[in-house]
């Protein structure tokens, strides 16, 4: 070793490179710490190796409790993702109209044929085939979520949403009573399944009671749960009767939170209304008249009317002139357009007063698209609808491929 003094005088050693004590713990510190750390850890290997160990059980032990305490919490299950068919489960208490809303929706009975249906003793489920499979349950009111005759696992585990009818011409103190319980229920153990409350029968209330009865209910069940701590469970309301489209409209809100591709459906929808200046577009479920799908616009209650009642309108031609087995029996000789997708591919009326038309369109077998044009979008630029609407249902039958 080279140095600046003589050969005499003897140098020291140089010092050996610290090992790192591969049972030594990690933590946050200086290098100077560090480095001294370093240095002791072959004499102190023995305590080293007990604190690790200690470390060891001690993490263990964490993972145990907390186990232990996620699985006993109250006998929560946490949510997973729901497979199978969108599933609405019915629920309510006796002749509230749980089954009267059901069959006149997805079994399209008449109104006034529901006033002969026997009461529901046990669990029915029906299900209903269009662009997809819905599956409706029916729960019967002697049921409630604490009875133990309901197999609580079987029933909510793969729900989608479940619809409270609440009777507003009867006594509804208890049916809110019921509704609470069945709302804590779901979101202490189900949190995911939405609950949606049908305030139903309206139709024999006076339009300024309606309104009434509407807000307090609403204001009853929310002060409700906030004063149980579930004041940000989200709760929806609606307003609904058998004897006119509100029963429609509601269910239609309620199937499109089950739909994983509703947004790619608005998106599509959107970008048609700004290209051709349709005022509202619909995405209509002909079998059952509920709309999967609308614009992004504000929607009415008239518009969503006059569409649905167009629908009967084109139903009826249908069963009428029978176009579905000429065009089984002759191809697609018979229908009109491109007609690959439906017997009738495309009408447009115009409603009273002539500045306001209702284009419809078949997408497939099941949806078809209904559009409110006004000025901005006469009859002149029928060939630029045609073709818009021809690539959005290339796109929409594509969505519901994926």
């Excluded at 749980?98 to 046990?122: C, G, H, W, Y």
């Excluded at 804590?184 to 153990?189: D, G, I, Q, R, Y």
Aim: glycine share 6%.
């Amino acid at each position: 070793m080279r140095t600046l003094f003589s050969e005499n005088i003897l140098s020291p050693p140089p010092l050996p490179i610290p090992q790192r004590n591969p049972f030594e713990l990690t933590f946050a510190s200086t290098p100077s710490l560090s480095y001294a750390s370093s240095n002791t850890s072959v004499q102190s290997s023995p305590p080293q190796h007990d604190l690790l160990t200690q470390y060891t059980q001690q993490q263990q032990q964490q993972q145990e409790a907390t186990s232990s305490t996620s699985g006993s919490d109250g006998g929560r299950l946490y949510p997973v993702r729901r497979k199978g068919n969108p599933k609405i489960l019915f629920m309510g208490l006796k002749k509230s109209g749980k089954s009267s809303a059901q069959k006149v929706v997805f079994q399209r009975m008449s109104p006034a044929d529901t006033l002969f249906i026997e009461p529901t003793n046990k669990i029915e489920q029906t299900s209903f085939e269009s662009f997809t499979t819905i599956d409706s349950v029916e729960i019967p009111s002697h049921l409630s979520v604490h009875s133990p005759d309901l197999d609580h696992h079987a029933v909510f585990s793969n729900a989608g949403s479940v619809i409270w009818v609440l009777d507003v011409q009867d006594e509804y103190l208890a049916s809110i009573t019921a509704l609470i319980e069945t709302a804590l229920f779901l979101s202490e153990h189900y949190p995911r399944v939405n609950f949606e409350v049908f305030i139903h029968k309206i139709d024999g209330l006076s339009e300024e009671y309606k309104y009434d009865t509407f807000r307090e209910v609403r204001q009853r069940v929310q002060d409700e749960l906030s004063d149980l701590g579930y004041g940000d469970s989200n709760v929806s309301y609606y307003q609904t009767s058998i004897f006119d489209h509100s029963i429609f409209e509601a269910v239609s809100k309620v199937v499109q939170k089950l739909l994983p591709q509703l947004p790619a459906m608005e998106t599509l929808l959107n970008k048609l209304c700004s290209t051709c200046r349709i005022q509202k577009a619909y995405l209509f479920d002909v079998g059952s008249k509920i709309y999967v799908a609308a614009d992004s616009s504000p929607s009415f209650l008239k518009d969503y009317e006059v569409c649905s009642d167009y629908i009967d309108v084109i139903v009826d031609i249908r069963q009428i002139y029978g176009w579905q087995e000429r065009r089984d029996r002759h191809g697609d000789s018979e229908s009109g357009g491109k007609g690959d997708e439906g017997s009738i591919n495309d009408s447009m009326i115009t409603l009273p007063g002539g500045d306001t038309y209702i284009y419809m369109r078949e997408i497939d077998e099941h949806l078809s698209l209904l559009c409110i044009m006004g000025k901005g979008c006469s009859v002149k630029r029928r060939a630029l609808v045609d073709y818009n609407v021809g690539v959005l249902q290339d796109a929409l039958l594509e969505v519901f491929k994926v």
